[in-house]
């Protein structure tokens, strides 16, 4: 079979953030994105549940012919990536909280990383921070919890409002800048910042679309400039309901 889209998947519909970008960053490019919400969250999962279902979904879109494949999902990238690079000769590509970024911009700033408790233990996190020489001051907050109610799809209701105030509330009007450190938490920028005050915010979706586009170029994987590209959404969900709600996050939800 024609090695011929690229493969984007994440626990839910949190990877549409980054497959939105992807679509900018690579408009000529066939996507197949699929989100397991059946099984969210994945930040609540032990490690080998994770590695689990992602090289599952993974092997399933390699067999269907994927030239590549964007693990959209940070908790997913930290549990599985490099496990995935050994076992397939084809570009896997993760996502990582916007940590370096953040503290370059802000070297003296207060930053709140925002993640889910999954991605805060593992030992990437670990080490990417430890990367960051800084004198910024990060305080991170593990958001149990969050990413299941974005995955809903209700953006304004009381209840997420009262989640984040419950999580961050007590920063307002104290932090400089905010890393979204899931792929969910960037459909939520007004309602974090509603809670915190104008801050900046930093996640690491344009620089996963760069890098996809790099690796693609590198190995003569990019269609050509005439090559219209489409965009496939799945879920592990299979409802219309389901259906209609991952259009909505592709095409209506607002980001940033």
Known sequence: MAKDFIGVLDSGVGGISVLRKLVCELPHEDFHFFGDSAHNPYGEKTDEEVRTLTRNIIAQMVENGA?????????ATSAAADAMRDEYD????????????????????????????VTLRLDKYQQLKSECYSTAEVIE???????????????????????????????????????LGCTHYPFVTKQIRDVLGDVR???????????????????????????????????????????KLYRWFFEEAPLD
């Open 141 to 179: 907050v593990p958001c149990a919890g969050l990413a299941t109610r974005i995955e809903k799809g209700h953006l304004d209701d009381a209840d997420l409002h009262a989640l984040l105030g419950s999580l961050i509330g007590c920063w307002a009007d104290k932090i400089d800048g905010v890393v």
């Open 67 to 75: 030239k590549a494949v964007v693990i959209a999902c940070n908790t």
């Open 90 to 117: 084809i570009p896997i590509v993760g996502v990582e909280p916007a940590l370096k970024p953040a503290c370059g911009a802000l070297p003296h700033g207060r930053i709140l990383v925002m993640a889910t408790p």
């Open 201 to 243: 915010f930093f996640d690491g979706a344009a620089g996963t679309a760069r890098q996809t586009r790099h690796l693609l170029e590198e190995r003569g994987l990019l269609y050509k400039d005439n090559h219209p590209g489409k965009v496939q959404l799945k879920s592990s969900l299979d409802t219309s309901e389901q259906a």
